[in-house]
């Protein structure tokens, strides 16, 4: 939630800020802001896209060498030039962006306002502000100082950069719960909520921890824990191309990482599946594998998507590993007390690794003695960092904000760990486990081939793109694909859809159907086929239209079906790996076809760092 670039060096800090904005515009979308310093603080802001305020500063002054950037998702204050972030302090000297939330702000603002501060904006944001203002003035302190002092006194999430228009070769940044990537070029400073708008300068880059602070000059960094004690920042090599965050002659990003599923699963299963010698190699689980096949009970926390991958997983590791699985909303198994008993083990699953209803479960859990495995794409993010251990997805950076490469690497991952755990417990016969390895395997060119002709897949989203509400349903491994195909209409289309296990419908939603309503049904070949051939009988006696996604060469399901999509057929345990494809497809076609802006969804943000 919310984008942030800082810049300090020899560059003309406006283009470094605005390119490097539009990069992490995915993190959120409804206004963007600049700060500039040169002999005096030039302020921008605008409600809208980061285009839009390039558009609004056509003309204006714009030379500095020094400045801070933000593109907002809203929280506190709707979207709206004067929400927009930078914000000013009542004195006008200093300037702030923030990602994240403040949660006693209201407190802070009333004691303010009862000195005397005034407020321009709804926000949070401002509020910190004119607390560091007020703590500088008061302890006649320096600005660093006056920042440490008010992170102490402040609850919640952030990361902030700061700037004094009377001190134009500074830039103080700090992080708790919200990322900061630090890249450090010749003479030069880049900060960023994550290392794309850094790529192309420089591949060196520090990840700042929580409860540290950056005192970033042109030709100096310098950390310090919030107790004033120096930190020796540890380099990264980023090991991330230019060309992975670029739209690489596709419409959309959405699209390019729905045809880069081939290679991305393939990179994914490489050097870790390995079916000729019989043999599953990950790190992760190899140095843990006593944790692993002795625990009594995993939980899965998720958000979204990631989720759904979740719900996947507690029907592999429970038939395969016979162990007792449940699979929890990060957010709900937060608050709710949760009995988590040592030798636990919590598996997060996470496209970004900084979701901030994840973190939290995963931060309570470990201090209830659970082990923590990370399944996480986001290389160096915040999930793996309080992870005991874990396994990378390899998907690359996912900038579309629904997940869709993401969501096929976190299955093929999960689908390795079940099937090494189940390995090493003996609760997979040799047979079955290599006969799975050779299906995982060819899963790559399986999807490639759902993906050589979307031809078919057009022609239905030009078909039912005018429905409003659409039911998905499925059976066993593909009820959670199910879910996964209603949750990518719902944000991609704004066509409200549900998902249910195909039982369930007899069960109420039935009431629904009419010959108005498109019913999606994940129907592949598996051993709940004669069941679900049931269930679409029902609703063809309804009237109710078809859509289904069906193995290639069945004819049953295809024959009581409106319209038919095919994928090929693979062992049922990995079919959602085949199943989710054309869904992704569908729900981008509508979106496109609707005129929509599949990348930026409306109200949405990828990587949701606030609770
Ligand atoms: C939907 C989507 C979201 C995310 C969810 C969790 O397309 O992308 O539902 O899956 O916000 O995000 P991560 O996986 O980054 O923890």
């Known amino acids: ?51 839009d305020l390039e558009e609004s500063v056509l003309g204006k002054e714009l030379q500095a060498n020094i400045g801070i950037g933000h593109t907002r998702w809203a929280t506190h204050g709707e979207p709206s030039d004067r929400n927009a972030h930078p914000h000013l302090s009542n004195d006008g000297n200093l300037t702030l962006i923030h ?53 102490k006194r402040i609850v919640g999430a952030y990361c902030i950069l700061l700037m004094d228009k009377n001190d134009p070769s500074t830039i103080i940044a700090a992080r708790k719960g919200s990322p900061l990537v630090i890249g450090i070029g010749k003479g030069e400073h880049f900060l960023a909520s994550d290392a794309t708008p850094i790529i192309e300068y420089t591949k060196e880059v520090v990840y ?17 824990n919030l107790g004033n004690e120096k930190q020796t920042p540890f380099i990264t090599k980023l090991d991330m191309e230019l060309a992975a965050i670029e739209k690489g002659g596709y419409d959309h990003f959405m699209l390019k990482e729905i045809h880069e599923q081939p290679s991305t699963i393939f990179d994914c299963l490489r050097g870790r599946l390995l079916p000729q010698i019989g043999e599953i190699r ?46 929890e909303y990060a957010s709900e198994f937060r608050y709710r007390n949760p009995v988590v008993n040592e030798g636990d083990v919590i598996i997060a699953i996470s496209q970004s690794g900084e979701t901030a209803d994840t973190l939290v479960a995963l931060e309570s859990a470990k201090e209830k003695g659970a082990f923590i495995f990370g399944v996480v794409n986001a290389v160096g993010s915040s999930i793996p960092r309080i992870s005991h251990a874990g396994a990378y997805t390899h998907a690359g950076p996912e900038i579309g904000v629904a997940s869709t490469k993401a969501f096929t690497g976190q299955l093929a991952v999960l689908s390795m760990m079940a099937l090494r755990i189940a390995q090493a417990k003996g609760t997979i016969s040799n047979e079955r486990f290599i006969h799975l390895m050779k299906e995982l395997e ?39 694909i199910a879910l996964e195909g209603a949750l990518k209409l719902k944000e991609i289309s704004y066509i409200h859809a549900e998902g249910y296990p195909a039982a369930e419908m007899k069960h109420g939603p039935i009431a629904l159907v009419t010959e108005e309503l498109p019913v999606l049904f994940v129907a592949t070949k598996d ?47 990995l079919a959602p790996l085949l199943s989710v494809i054309p869904l992704q497809l569908l729900s981008y076609y509508v979106g496109v076809k609707k005129g929509y802006n599949v990348d930026m969804p409306r109200n949405l943000a990828k990587s949701v760092t606030v609770e």
């Open 442 to 480: 060819a899963i790559p060119e399986k999807v490639q081939d759902i993906l050589k002709d979307t031809t078919h897949i057009q022609v239905i989203a030009e078909k039912y793109m005018n429905a409003t509400n659409a039911l998905f349903l499925g059976r066993g491994y593909n009820f959670p």
């Open 282 to 327: 990950m790190s992760g689980i190899d140095n843990n594998l006593e944790k692993l096949t002795s625990a009594k009970r995993i939980v899965i926390v998720a958000c979204g998507t990631s989720w759904h991958a979740g719900l996947v997983a507690e029907y592999m590791f429970e038939e395969l590993c016979r162990i007792n699985v449940e699979v």
């Open 99 to 151: 990602n994240g939330i403040i949660e006693n702000y209201a407190s802070i603002k009333q004691e303010l306002s009862n000195k005397g501060y005034t407020f321009s904006s709804d926000t949070d944001t401002e509020v910190l502000l004119n607390f560091i203002q007020d703590i500088k003035l008061n302890e006649k302190c320096t600005l660093e100082e006056a920042l440490r002092i008010a992170l």
């Open 208 to 224: 700042v921890n929580d409860y540290e602070i950056a005192i970033v000059k042109a030709d100096e960094l310098i950390l310090k």
């Open 527 to 573: 051993s709940y086929y004669e069941k679900i051939v049931s269930n679409v009988q029902e609703i063809k006696a309804r009237k109710g239209m078809i859509i289904s996604v069906a193995t290639e060469g069945d004819q049953i399901i295809p024959s009581l079906s409106n319209d038919t999509m095919f994928v090929p057929e693979t062992d049922e345990i």
């Open 1 to 51: 939630m919310c984008g942030i670039v800082g810049y300090i060096g020899p560059k003309e800090a406006f283009p470094v800020i605005i390119k490097g904005l539009k990069r992490l515009e995915y993190r959120g979308y409804d206004s963007a802001g600049i700060a500039l310093i040169k002999d005096d603080l030039m302020l921008y802001k605008k409600k809208g896209k980061v285009a």
